[in-house]
Structures are given as C-alpha cells and as structure tokens.
Antibody, heavy 119, light 106 residues
C-alpha cells in the first residue's frame, strides 16, 4: 500500500527556519515525482513544486520559486519542504502528493502538516 | 501559468439533486484535467482524471466531460456524503487548481 506520512504540526516565529518532511512507503521512492501543495486557512489549493527523487530534478511554481526549497533523501525515502525565513503568510496546511504514474494528477496525498507562524 | 476558473464558487442543493460544476481554463488543456473532493479537515481525494476517467472506487454518480478550455463535473444524484468542496486541477502545464466550489446542503 502506497503511503505518504508527513511530519507533525509546527509552531514557529517569523524569521525562523523550518523543514517539514514526507516519507513515502509501499513503492519505489526514486521512480515517482513527489510534490507539495499549500492550503492557506479557509482557502483553496496551490501547487508549489515537485521533485523527482531519482535524480533530484526539481520544478517550482513561479509563485513559490525562491520562497521555499524542495529536496529529497532517497536513502530514507523522504521528501522535504524548507523555509529559511518564515513569514506569517506561510501559515497554512501543506500536503505532499504523488501522482499515479508520470502524469500530473495526484492520487496519493499525505495527511498534511499544519505550519503556524506567529509572533 | 494557466488560470483555472471554477463556477459557481458555492452551491446549495438537496439530496437527490443533479448538480454541475464548471471549470474553465485560460487556454486549451487537452483534457489534462482532474477533479478532487475535499471534506473539512481532510486531504483532497481524486475523483476523476483525464477530464472524464473515474478513479477506482469512486461512485459512478460522479462524471466528467469537456474539451478544450471548458470542463464540467456532474453528480447525478447527490448523496449526504457528497457535501464537500470540489476543485479542478489542470496538468497540461505547471499544475494549477481552480478556486474551489463549496457544495452545501439546502
């Protein structure tokens, strides 16, 4: 069974750094893209970017380029989403996602990681 | 980026009703469209992909159609568990989602 298990909720202050994780299991981690989707409180879904763990090829939405870093450690089947300096506007639920194959729709979703940034 | 515009943004309906949600892309997306259902506090769930292909396990009362820039999600007979928020997503290019349609009980 394919599973994406995300790290737990975080409460941070503006300016702090953060790295959240998404561990894949039940499939070949290096053979599928993993992406990240943001959902701000009470708002819709926003695609942030995606990584292919096999070769670390990474693509970002123009809206998130330079704002976050997506990475992966294939030795532990884990993808990451990282901020160097959080802002209050980064407060959101973040989902990791995986497509069924090489297409761009997402059949598998992590349970979400709630990030709260507040002074 | 391709912009996805969903309508309506909210909808009130009753159990047994037939409802249709529309998604319009800012340019042609060649049926590279998926629909998701999200319930409060839960991750979205894939319903359809390639505009009209039903994901395994999804009830047949859900259907999708469209081409070019205009696509629709239809629920033929609303069930109590269908009241949720629905999103379209294009994957023709850098993925983008519609803003969502909240389906409420009348």
């Amino acid at each position: 069974e394919v599973q994406l298990v995300q790290s737990g909720a975080e409460v941070k202050k503006p300016g702090e750094s953060l790295k959240i994780s998404c561990k894949g299991s039940g499939y070949s981690f290096t053979s599928y893209w993993i992406g990240w989707v943001r959902q701000m409180p009470g708002k819709g879904l926003e695609w942030m970017g995606i990584i292919y763990p096999g070769d670390s090829d990474t693509r970002y939405s123009p809206s998130f380029q330079g704002q976050v870093t997506i990475s992966a450690d294939k030795s532990i089947s884990t993808a990451y989403l990282q901020w160097s300096s959080l802002k209050a506007s980064d407060t959101a639920m973040y989902y990791c996602v995986r497509p069924a194959d090489l297409t761009g729709y997402y059949i598998y979703w992590g349970q979400g990681t709630l990030v709260t940034v507040s002074s | 980026d391709i912009q996805m515009t969903q309508s309506p943004s909210s909808l009130s309906a009753s159990v047994g009703d037939r409802v249709t949600i529309t998604c319009r892309a800012s340019q042609g997306i060649s049926n590279s469209l998926a629909w998701y259902q999200q319930k409060p506090g839960k991750a979205p769930k894939l319903l359809l992909y390639a505009a009209s292909r039903l994901e395994s396990g999804v009830p047949s009362r859900f259907s999708g159609s469209g081409s070019g820039t205009d696509y629709t999600l239809t629920i033929s007979s609303l069930q109590p568990e269908d009241f949720a928020t629905y999103y379209c997503q294009q994957y023709y290019s850098t993925p983008t989602f519609g803003q969502g349609t909240r389906l409420e009980i009348k």
